[in-house]
Structures are given as C-alpha cells and as structure tokens.
C-alpha cells in the first residue's frame, strides 16, 4: 500500500506526465498491478530459460569438438572417457555403454548384444534429449499466452473507460484518456513479453535438434565401436581429405619418377645438361 501511495504521489506531482506507465497502473488498481506483474515474471523467468539452454547448450557444443579432436585417438574405450568432463552429455553415453556392456554378460536370459546394446545407447540419449526440453514448454506457454493476458488487460481498461464515459453523459478525451491509454499499455506489454519467448523457443529447438542429430551420430560409432572390438572407428572428413591428399601427392610424385627416371627434368632440344646453350 505504501508503493501504491508514493506512486500516486508522484503520478500526481506537478509538471510529470498524468498519462504514463505508473499513473495507467494507479488508475487500473489491483487487476492492472497483477496484469502487470505476471507479464513481468513471466519476461524475466523466459530470458532466464534462454540464457541457461544457451550455457548449456554451448557446453554440449564444446565437448562435441573435443570428441572429435580427441576422443578416437585412445587406445581403448575407457581410456577415451577419461578425457571427457565427468559431467559431459558425450561422457554420460560412454559410461552408460559401458555398463550395458558389462551387464550383458549378467544376463541370464540371453538377449542380443547388438539389440541390448542399441537400447541402451537409445535410453541414454534419450535422456539427454530430455534434459535439454527442459524449459521450453514455459517458453511456448508465454509464446501462445502473454497476448492473452495482455488482451485480459486491454479489456478491462476499456470497460472503465466505458465507464467512465457512461458516468460523464459525453465522451469527453479527460475522462477515457486514462483507462483507454491503460488498455494500450497493456496490450503492448502482452506482445512484448510473448514475441522474444516465440523466438527463443524457435531459436533453441534448432539448436537442440543440430545438438542431437551430433550425438546420435556420436552414439552410432560407439555402438559400431563396441560391436566389433575396437576394429570400426569413425573417419572424419577432414582425416579423409589429409588421406586424398597424401595418396595424390603420392601417386603424382610416382608418375614423375616413372617418366623420368633419376627424377631429372627432360633436356629442352638445344640444350645440354646443365642448362646452357651449346655454342655455335
């Protein structure tokens, strides 16, 4: 009640604007300040969720180009994990693999270790996936809801104006200049808060379906990894253009010397051995 006071003090001050935010807030009493105040909360927790996915997100992302600098470079599958962070997406999946791997061998019912396998890697990632969702259905709830609210606003702002004009007998600019700019206000601030959420939510749903499609890929080299004892590793392509390359030099370098035995460059008709002209 004191906020509320000290704002109507300061709406009605001499020489401030008696159309504003505060003073449209003061006239519209508890149905605008709570208006107001979810549209608010709900701004503020979707730039907290945008901030956090981005972080978590961006870490995911990291830990994808460690794998492939890295990771497949390692002797055996459990010397490769220790490389990850004890909290990586990417480590979470080799450890879970290699649990199935153990447990397989427990079963006493027998069960394909291609199938048993698969499944796990599946479930693991799985998980993942839910963990990064986490979130986002807030983001498209105030997407598809902030409007709504806002537009709860702009309704009662112009039943008071209403009102107010009913309660004048005229029309008058003075008498529905508060309630209507109210009812503007509100719907402003119901768009405000729902077009950054659409497009945050927009934004990391792309970003967690690239972050998947990785891991899904990183999940079907480790299945194929398990499956043949180490033998199947993934080629990446820039291992494949180092090999092109390397092979092409090589079988060009070997035309050469074919042609041309000894290496040396063909004498030019005219020419001796060294270079120079013979003389006349």
Not at 128 to 137: D, K, M, P, Q, W
């Amino acid at each position: 009640m004191a906020f509320l006071q000290l704002t109507a003090a300061a709406a009605a001050a001499p020489g401030e604007n008696p159309y504003g935010l505060l003073p449209a807030l003061q006239q519209g009493g508890v149905i605008a300040w709570t208006v107001f105040v979810i549209l608010v909360g709900m701004s503020i927790m979707s730039f907290y969720i945008l901030f956090t996915k981005l972080m978590q997100q961006q870490k995911i992302i990291s830990q994808g180009r460690k794998v492939r600098s890295s990771f497949w470079n390692s002797p055996n599958l459990r010397d490769a994990s220790k490389k990850l962070d004890d909290k990586s997406a990417y480590r979470a999946i080799v450890d879970d693999a290699l649990v199935a791997q153990d447990q397989h061998g427990k079963l006493t019912d027998p069960v394909d270790q291609h199938d048993w396998m698969a499944n796990s890697l599946a479930r693991s990632q799985g998980a993942i996936g839910n963990r990064l969702g986490e979130g986002l259905a807030f983001l498209a709830t105030v997407g598809s809801t902030a409007p709504f609210i806002g537009l709860f606003g702009t309704v009662i702002g112009i039943y008071r104006a209403l009102i107010k004009i009913g309660a004048a007998g005229q029309a008058s600019i003075d008498a529905v200049a508060g309630p209507v700019g109210e009812a503007l206000i509100m719907t402003a601030l119901g768009l405000v808060v729902a077009v950054p959420a659409v497009l945050a939510y927009n934004w990391l749903i792309r970003r967690n379906k690239s972050i998947m499609e990785d891991l899904a890929a990183f999940t079907n080299d480790l299945h194929g990894y398990l499956m043949s004892n180490g033998a199947v590793k993934p080629v990446f392509a820039s291992e494949t253009r180092n090999a092109t390359t390397a092979a092409t030099t090589s079988r060009n370098a070997s035309t050469t010397t074919a042609g041309n035995p000894g290496g040396r460059q063909p004498v030019r008709p005219g020419a001796t051995q060294t270079g120079t002209e013979p003389s006349a």
